[in-house]
């Protein structure tokens, strides 16, 4: 189900810094743990962060650890990946994606709902 509008993506230079947003349009996106994924083919689908509904637990990929952060504003209804210090191999096209399980996780099959993607690329 194409539902959430990612934002944010574009080109920038290694080592400088993006911030992705994510919405809901139709539905209270507070009431649902929130994860990013990111997809590069020829490279299979990859797990960025996740986020409790609450914001009260994050969890991120030892790809990127150290240089996302994964946040939630529950009064605007918007999710944050804060993307820092990038790097060429950061480059994909970002999704985000709602689970009705309790907790975010780093497989696919357990989100029901996602955006449409948006393009992040690192130049060296």
């Known amino acids: 189900q194409v539902q959430l509008v990612e934002s944010g993506g574009g080109l920038v230079q290694a080592g400088g810094s993006l911030i992705l947003s994510c919405v809901d349009p139709?539905?209270?996106?507070?009431?649902?743990?929130v994860g990013w994924f990111r997809q590069a083919p020829p490279k299979a689908g990859e797990f960025v962060a996740g986020?409790?509904?609450?914001?009260?637990?994050?969890v991120a990929a030892d790809s990127v650890k150290g240089r996302v952060t994964i946040s939630r504003d529950n009064a605007k209804n918007v999710v944050y990946l804060q993307m820092n210090n990038l790097k060429p191999e950061d480059t994909a096209v970002y999704y985000c994606?709602?689970?009705?399980?309790?907790?975010?996780?780093?497989?696919?099959?357990?989100?029901?709902?996602w955006g449409q993607g948006t393009q992040v690329t690192v130049s060296s």
């Open positions: 139709v539905r209270t996106l507070s009431s649902y743990p």
């Open positions: 994606a709602t689970t009705t399980r309790r907790v975010p996780s780093e497989w696919e099959a357990q989100y029901d709902c």
């Open positions: 986020i409790s509904w609450d914001g009260g637990t994050t």
